[in-house]
């Protein structure tokens, strides 16, 4: 069965830290791997992924949010720091076994994650 489970939302004040967590079942856990975010009223927009060793993030996040993957575990996680109000939204996981980070096959169910000031 096809599963991306993403956890680790909460609501946080601005300044403080969240670790988000993606666990796959083993068809979904690919090479590369990604995090989006959904705020109300905006289209999904790219947050980071990782293609292997290598990653990319967003300039909105860049130096604040790190993501890293555990293979062994099929999780992928997403540290951020630094939080700010803008960074409020529903965050999604999700897998690219195509190899295109911008158009993933699999979506986890969202986690939401609320940044208060």
């Known amino acids: 069965q096809v599963q991306l489970v993403d956890s680790g939302g909460g609501l946080v004040q601005a300044g403080g830290s969240l670790r988000l967590s993606c666990a796959a079942s083993g068809r979904t856990f690919s090479n590369v791997m990604g995090w989006f975010r959904q705020a109300p009223g905006k289209e999904r927009e790219f947050v980071a992924a990782?293609?292997?060793?290598?990653?990319h993030s967003a300039d909105s996040v860049k130096g604040r949010f790190t993501i890293s993957r555990d293979n062994a575990k099929n999780t992928v996680y997403l540290q951020m720091n630094s939080l700010k109000p803008e960074d409020t939204a529903v965050y999604y996981c999700?897998?690219?076994?195509?190899?295109?980070?911008?158009?993933?096959?699999?979506w986890g169910q969202g986690t939401q994650v609320t940044v208060s000031s």
């Open positions: 990782c293609i292997g060793g290598t990653t």
């Open positions: 999700a897998s690219s076994p195509r190899g295109d980070y911008r158009r993933p096959d699999y």
